[in-house]
């Protein structure tokens, strides 16, 4: 065999190396690629949520007023927490708060958006939705301060509004019976608007074609949404309450702006105990062990959402 037969005979050997090479050439550069576009996110997330997040476990061991050094404590600022009276409380008014805002807000965005997807032409239902969305982009800190002034005992525009009804002025913010009431009523006002746009989205998933054979098997009304709607929106349902939850756990300025935690210790939230803890009192380790002790909280809350939702999720 002459030189130039064998280099022909060994050219399409090459091509095959050279064409297997591309496409890891080109997986290499899309990892690549992918890499650069995540890095941003990825970099925020661990300065700005996993280092904080290792800081306060590392510093609950501590006591440190920013002034001195810090000295260690061991497991002092965790069994000081499970004592103090204060902490025990504002865990207490959180779950409670937790409890009836969640609910309420669900039911209240399941029921407008159930009512808006049935009933109102579609410009209705834009003009709506935008509506209901709009105090979730305000300052809970200024919806707060406008609302303390609506609830005002003596000049509150909702106590006015009541005496033209023979109701006799309700002292919102001052009582330890109507207090968390009020915190729950502003809270639930501003955030039923996200819950409402999820439901209105599962809503619209929801094939036609499911309602209209259940409508010929004679369902009707609640009937129908209550065997066909609700099983084919446990999913937005579970999301819904997992963000409620999670949220509702953390409330702090609704609680601190209406009442400062008041009448006595009836309205103070475990997140006011790591404020006035940490920027008042100026004892970090302590508020840290507090923090620690509620972000195990709500791992262990949505754990058991998770684990519940294995039996009332049900997934097209």
Do not use: C
């Not at 510093?59 to 920013?66: A, C, G, I, M």
């Not at 404590?73 to 927490?81: H, M, S, V, W």
């Not at 309205?267 to 923090?291: K, W």
């Amino acid at each position: 065999m002459t030189t130039t037969q064998q280099k022909a005979a060994s050219l399409p050997a090459t091509d095959g190396r050279r064409t297997s090479r591309r496409p890891a050439l080109r997986d290499r550069g899309s990892r690549l690629l992918a890499a650069l576009f995540l890095a941003p996110t990825v970099i925020g997330i661990v300065i700005f949520t996993v280092v904080p997040i290792a800081g306060s476990v590392v510093l609950s061991f501590f006591h440190w007023d920013v002034i001195d050094s810090p000295t260690f404590a061991g497991t002092a600022n965790y069994r000081e927490a499970f004592t103090d009276d204060t902490v025990l409380v504002s865990f207490t008014n959180t779950l409670v708060f937790m409890f009836f805002a969640v609910a309420l807000q669900l039911l209240l965005a399941l029921a407008l958006a159930l009512t808006l997807n049935d009933r109102l032409p579609t410009w209705l239902r834009s003009a709506f939705r935008s509506a209901f969305f709009f105090p979730l982009v305000l300052s809970a800190a200024s919806i707060s301060v406008v609302m303390k002034y609506l609830f005002n005992q003596e000049f509150g525009v909702i106590n006015w509004l009541l005496g033209h009804i023979g109701i006799d002025p309700i002292p919102w913010l001052t009582s330890e019976k109507s207090a968390m009431a009020a915190v729950v009523l502003v809270y639930v006002w501003q955030q039923f608007g996200f819950s409402f746009l999820l439901f209105v989205g599962g809503l619209n998933n929801i094939p036609k074609e499911i309602h209209e054979a259940a409508s010929l098997d004679g369902a009707t009304g609640i009937r129908k949404h209550l065997a066909v709607t609700l099983p084919l929106l446990s999913p937005t349902l579970l999301v819904a309450s997992v963000v409620g939850i999670i949220n509702a756990l953390q409330v702090f300025e609704q609680p601190y702006v209406l009442t400062d935690g008041g009448p006595g210790d009836s309205t103070r939230t475990v997140v006011m105990v790591i404020y006035q803890s940490a920027f008042e009192q100026l004892r970090f380790g302590e508020a840290s062990a507090v923090g620690v002790l509620l972000f195990a909280l709500i791992m262990a809350v949505t754990a058991l959402q998770f684990r519940l939702s294995r039996r009332f999720v049900h997934y097209q």
